[in-house]
């Protein structure tokens, strides 16, 4: 059974920045593409970022380019990270790894396999 654990989330002032982590057991990320997801309350979960199994493709919903940055930790294949900056209110949310059931990235929740348990990111002053 694929399990993924996310860490790293916490209260930011505006502008801030944030590092979420997620560790991957019993298998690695070079087999399946990886994705980071949102969901924020009263709202549906959405895409914020992923990236293919080989690590060459990456994409970003349109609310985060140029802001946050997915990356692996390529010497373990056991992690994969999002890098978060000038982070707005509106960025908050519950933050979601995911497993995806394809080798190419995707930003729609329908293409999950397998959920991480979430980490809680509250962007406020």
């Known amino acids: 059974q694929l399990q993924l654990v996310e860490s790293g989330g916490g209260l930011v002032q505006p502008g801030g920045s944030l590092r979420l982590s997620c560790a991957a057991s019993?298998?690695?990320?070079?087999?399946?593409?990886i994705g980071w997801f949102r969901q924020a309350p009263g709202k549906e979960r959405e895409g914020v970022s992923c990236?293919?199994?080989?690590?060459?493709?990456?994409?970003y919903a349109d609310s985060v380019k140029g802001r946050f940055t997915i990356s692996r930790d390529n010497a373990k294949n056991t992690v994969v990270y999002l890098q978060m900056n000038s982070l707005k209110p509106e960025d908050t949310a519950v933050y979601y790894c995911?497993?995806?059931?394809?080798?190419?990235?995707?930003?729609?929740?329908?293409?999950?396999?397998?959920w991480g348990q979430g980490t809680q990111v509250t962007v406020s002053s």
């Open positions: 995911a497993v995806l059931s394809t080798k190419a990235c995707g930003l729609v929740p329908s293409q999950v396999y397998a």
């Open positions: 019993r298998f690695t990320l070079d087999y399946y593409a």
């Open positions: 990236m293919s199994s080989s690590g060459g493709s990456t994409n």
